[in-house]
């Protein structure tokens, strides 16, 4: 059974930090492409970070503007995680964040289509983030 999990999310003044951290259990491939997303009360989801791992090891990440500089997805391989750790948080990060993958191996370019289209074949149940000024 597949089964994503977020965890590490709170309540947290702005210029603070959190750190999320998504753990896939029953998946072949989420290696190969694991994202973070995020919705705000009100708004679309957007993408927020993706990491795609090709048949050599390389990582390829790829960040939202409103959050390059400031937040950073990793792979722990031995804990079958991606966490996202996110510095000078801002009032407006204020969301609940969604983690994602899929069962199928993705190639680096599917990986990133899979982010910028929102169509992973599979999602964590969320976790609140909330800034505060």
């Known amino acids: 059974q597949v089964q994503l999990v977020e965890s590490g999310g709170g309540s947290v003044q702005a210029g603070g930090s959190l750190r999320l951290s998504c753990a896939a259990t029953g998946y072949t491939y989420f290696r190969t492409c694991m994202g973070w997303f995020r919705q705000a009360p009100g708004q679309e989801r957007e993408g927020v970070a993706v990491v795609a791992v090709d048949g050599d090891g390389a990582e390829s990440v790829w960040y939202a503007d409103s959050v390059k500089g400031r937040f950073t997805i990793s792979q722990d391989s031995a804990k079958s995680a991606v966490t996202l750790q996110m510095n000078s948080l801002k009032p407006e990060d204020t969301a609940t964040y969604y983690c994602?993958?899929?069962?199928?191996?993705?190639?680096?370019?599917?990986?990133?289509?899979?982010?910028?289209?929102?169509?992973?074949?599979?999602w964590g149940r969320g976790i609140q983030v909330t800034v505060s000024s």
């Open positions: 994602a993958t899929d069962r199928v191996q993705f190639s680096v370019a599917q990986c990133y289509n899979a982010y910028i289209q929102e169509s992973f074949g599979d």
